[in-house]
């Protein structure tokens, strides 16, 4: 199913649903004293299906509650972004359930699935980290958990739910999301009784583990850049992404300004090459700015690494432009500089955790324009705030520090 679909049916199914079903929640929580009671933890399922960065920016919640509380940690993700979840390995595959939403018939039959496994699995805590989706609200009322931890808006502008979490975190769009992923924890550890998030979250815990990459990986990714570009011999490797996750196509840098970036690049630093990254589906896409830059350096590699051997490229690499999107997380799991470049979006809510991620953002009245409350939808077809960033802003900082790393 495409985005659109699933939003579509997320709102007029899903409140609906939510409506007729919050009053049966309502008195069953009343009977059971969920609301009452404190969260049992000791088999936490988290639930992120539909964001692949949100699964690297939630680890360091994860990381705490196993640590703090003692926590059995479980995972219920879109079976095509569980190689996300997979990067740091902090939760097992066998306590993963991954929900197949390639169409809708085969979600609805995943769906009945995921219930039976909750109950073999015996989970007694939710924790939401959709900002406000009701399909996830839907599957964690109906899982069988007591407590239910998930984002509310109170007073703010925020999408219904109705009353399917029975422990509500107000989400604060002023503050980035990993410390409101945090908030759900604290509040799933009694750290806090209300919907207000009065404990403090301490720059330490918003670190972020680093892959293990076994040499082996390293010079399987070495053999395949050769095999792209025979003549390479350990120069510095430049990754860009050009493209964007279909979720927000608006996040897109114009194509033509990678390009001018990439061919300037080439003919200022001669002992470097240019890597472009994409999944099979955007090999046209990156083809298309490959042409532009026009140099043997630069190599479309869309579909030619794995997934799993992207974070030893990123490893390998010396820095990498990127939309926001999820490469820009996948790589805050190794030390590559990742020169990020933001729009309708904000690096206030969004920069990859991890301490080498670099904004590029004009900060225009307008941004961010998309946001939880509205669906991360936009009418701006202009789109100024990315547009507007100029390639030689971006030449100029990428020139200072590949000149640094001489």
């Known amino acids: 199913m495409t985005v659109n679909t699933m939003r579509i049916i997320d709102r007029w199914v899903g409140i609906p649903l939510c409506f ?10 009343l009977l059971r004293g ?31 509650l196993r640590l703090e509380a003692g926590a059995d940690l479980y995972f219920v993700i879109f079976k095509k ?71 509310t808006s109170l007073h703010d502008e925020g999408l219904y739910r109705g009353n399917l979490v029975n422990k509500t975190v107000r989400y604060n769009p002023h503050v980035h999301v990993a410390i ?34 076994p040499a082996v990986a390293t010079e399987q990714v070495k053999n395949k850049i050769r095999q792209l570009y025979p003549n390479w011999n350990n120069e510095a490797v430049l990754l860009l992404n050009v493209n964007a996750s279909d979720m927000l196509p608006q996040r897109r840098w114009p194509p033509e300004n990678f390009g001018v970036v990439g061919k300037q690049l080439l003919n200022q630093f ?48 010396t820095c990498m432009l990127t939309n926001d999107s999820g490469p820009a997380h996948f790589a805050a799991v190794t030390n590559l500089k990742v020169f990020v470049l933001f729009g309708p979006e904000t690096p206030h809510l969004y920069l990859p ?26 009418s701006c077809t202009e789109r100024p705030c990315i547009t507007g960033i100029h390639p030689a802003l971006v030449l100029n900082r990428l020139n200072i520090y590949l000149s640094e790393r001489k």
Request: proline share 5%.
């Open 180 to 213: 409101n992923f945090i908030s759900l924890v604290n509040r799933a550890m009694g750290l806090y009784s209300n919907a207000y998030a009065t404990v403090a979250v301490p720059a330490e815990e918003l670190q972020l583990a680093k892959a293990e990459i």
């Open 81 to 151: 972004n569980y190689k996300s979840l997979d990067i740091l390995k902090t939760i097992p595959e066998d306590h993963v359930f991954k929900m197949n939403a390639d169409h809708f018939f085969g979600l609805i039959g995943d769906v009945f699935r995921f219930l039976v496994w909750c109950r073999k699995k015996k989970i007694s805590t939710v924790i939401d980290l959709e900002l406000f989706s009701r399909f996830t609200a839907l599957l964690g009322f109906f899982s069988g958990a007591r407590s239910r931890i998930g984002f």
């Open 34 to 64: 969920a609301r009452k009671k404190n969260p049992d933890t000791s088999r936490t399922l988290f639930v992120e299906l539909s964001e692949m960065g949100s699964a690297i920016i939630a680890d360091p919640a994860m990381r705490k």
């Open 353 to 378: 955790l991890g301490g080498n991620a670099e904004p590029f953002y004009l900060g225009l009245p307008c941004s961010p324009c998309v946001s939880a409350a509205n669906h991360r939808k936009t």
């Open 270 to 317: 001669p002992n470097i090459i240019i890597i472009m990254t994409g999944s099979p589906a955007e090999k046209e896409y990156v083809q298309a700015v490959t042409d532009m830059i026009g140099d043997p350096r630069c190599i479309n590699s869309s579909g030619f690494f794995s997934f799993d051997e992207l974070v030893p490229l990123y490893d390998l690499s």
């Open 20 to 29: 007729l079903i919050s009053p049966f929640c309502w008195l069953a929580d």
